[in-house]
């Protein structure tokens, strides 16, 4: 059973940059690939960004590449999500999600997630 709460979220100007934070309970967290995905109201839940057990894989949706980093802390049970030159259709709420699986990386479906936090808000304004 793994726990995830994430943090960081608000309003922020076009522009601008925010730091998302998951804390994740529980001892195995190196066994979990993590992930980022977001929903913006009426639109499918997509994924963002993912990382790999180490956080020697990264993928980044094509929407967010070059603006946002994702990094973990195995030693902290973290997975950080830093977004930077935010657009207002970057407006969501952020997941932070947690695989067990082993197959091909990364993966980028919702369904292939075994534990998702509760979300955290993002407003960017125009």
Known sequence: QVVLVESGGGLVQAGGSLRLSC??????????????????PGKEREIVAAIGWSGGKTYYADSVKGRFTISRDNNKNTV???????????????????????????????????YWGQGTEVTVSS
């Open 23 to 40: 804390a994740a309970s529980g001892h195995t967290f190196s066994s979990y690939r993590m992930a980022w995905f977001r929903q913006a």
């Open 80 to 114: 950080n999500l830093q977004m930077t030159t935010l657009k207002p259709e970057d407006t969501a709420v952020y997941y932070c999600a947690a695989t067990s699986g082993s197959g091909l990386f990364p993966s980028v479906t919702p369904k292939r997630y075994d």
